[in-house]
């Protein structure tokens, strides 16, 4: 298995928490497919493509989410 240093993991976390959302959301979007066949096909094609796009989103949004959830809480 290949090992980041933890100084990444925050690349490490946003590339798994897209992947797994975008995984999710594309199941649920091609399910009333005709066949199993093309269920699996639009499934994965709409899955890579939405994880291409989320990606990125993911890994530049979560530092301004963290400072913006620290601010709208307290201790």
Do not use: N
């Not at 925050?10 to 594309?26: D, E, K, N, P, R």
């Not at 093309?38 to 899955?47: E, L, N, P, T, Y």
């Amino acid at each position: 298995m290949i090992k980041v240093p933890r100084t990444h993991s925050h690349f490490v976390f946003g590339t798994l928490q897209s992947g797994l959302t975008s995984l999710i959301a594309a199941f649920i979007a091609s399910f009333p497919s005709p066949t199993v066949l093309q269920f699996v096909g639009h499934w994965m094609s709409s899955w890579l493509i939405a994880w291409i796009v989320m990606l990125p989103v993911v890994i530049l949004a979560a530092p301004v989410i963290r400072s913006l959830s620290i601010a709208l809480t307290h201790d």
